[in-house]
């Protein structure tokens, strides 16, 4: 596999579990249950709470904020600070976002502010939910395709609205993972992405993130969650103990160690990148940006299974996603 062929495959389920995800975004455990029931596919948008009036086939921040930044990087050739906050602000003005709750609070405070003039290394340092690491696997992407450092790429596109331990922790985390398993796709350590292996990786990107930040603050943690998860057998759990364990436990919120305990918690109980993209839709909390995060991680650990033409399809066509995903 090639890597222009790892981004499609990679950015193809991310956009997918993002369509997915949307509908039973910030409902509950028990609601959705008791009203979406079973996830099988794109889900109808009349049980959504907060995309109601989105197609079924229509992703989020989530897939356009990545893809308008890689856009950028690979035009600019570069992951700078400055051309991140210019392309997120062309994204927020281009796409309603304000209009349509596409951003959270704390990202569109922290561009707003340096937009007027604020420094941006400190326009972030209350950015601590998960749409820092949300949008990590750009620069991932465009490190690898830039030839870029990769730790260089992380801080530059995350400082601006996520300058704080919290959000780096979790974002490098993510990172080195997704690094590692990006590695087995292309085949340069085929077999690598072991539990352990990905665990490992993880870890050391947590130390990362943090030694990066203004400040350790005190919170929870990614790394703290890894230890947990890594004791409690959970391959061989069922789904609805997974779900209650992820809803009722680690959490599927905002907060960044909420969203990435998810990651990494449905990635240590599947190896099905298919089976990981409906488990998180019925897990309840941020599913779109679990899901996202969560799937497109294990495709790159496993390559043999393929998104169902009923669902890529149509999110493909219907959000112009072809540039970057060939599916």
Excluded at 40 to 62: C, E, K, N, Q, Y
Excluded at 99 to 105: A, L, N, Q, T, V
Excluded at 213 to 241: H, Q
Excluded at 269 to 279: E, N, T
């Amino acid at each position: 596999m090639t890597l222009s062929q790892a981004l499609s495959r990679y950015y193809a389920f991310f956009a997918c579990a993002d369509a997915v995800g949307k509908a039973s975004e910030f409902m509950t455990l028990r609601d959705i249950r008791m009203e979406i029931g079973s996830v099988t596919g794109l889900v109808d948008p009349r049980f959504s709470i907060t995309h109601g009036d989105m197609p079924s086939w229509a992703v989020t921040d989530d897939t356009e904020q990545n893809l308008w930044l890689l856009r950028r990087y690979l035009k600019d050739g570069d992951v700078t600070i400055s051309n991140t906050v210019d392309e997120l602000l062309k994204w927020i003005e281009a796409t309603d976002a304000v209009r349509k709750h596409y951003i959270g609070p704390s990202s569109l405070k922290a561009l707003e502010g340096i937009k007027n003039g604020e420094d941006p290394l400190k326009a972030g340092i209350n950015g601590t939910t998960c749409g820092g690491i949300m949008r990590v696997p750009c620069a991932v992407f465009a490190s690898l395709l830039l030839g870029k450092d990769l730790d260089a790429c992380i801080y530059n596109s995350l400082v601006c609205t996520h300058n704080n331990s919290v959000a780096l922790e979790s974002a490098y985390g993510y990172a080195y993972a997704l690094r590692l398993a990006i590695g087995n796709a292309l085949g340069d350590k085929p077999g690598e992405t072991t539990d352990e292996a990905l665990l490992e990786a993880a870890r050391k990107g947590c130390r990362t993130g943090v030694s990066k930040a203004p400040w350790e603050s005190a919170s929870a943690t990614l790394a703290a969650r890894l230890d947990l998860l890594e004791g409690l057998g959970i391959k061989g759990w069922t789904d609805l103990r997974v779900k209650d364990f992820l809803y009722g436990v680690l959490g599927t919120g905002l907060p960044s160690y909420e969203t990435s305990g998810a990651v990494f918690c449905l990635n240590l109980y599947s190896d099905d990148p298919m089976r990981i993209m409906f488990l998180s839709a019925e897990c309840g909390g941020d599913t779109d940006t679990i899901g996202a995060l969560a799937c497109s991680l294990g495709s790159m650990r496993n390559l043999d299974v393929r998104i169902p033409e009923e669902i890529i399809r149509p999110v493909v066509d219907n959000n112009h996603l072809s540039d970057f995903i060939k599916e």
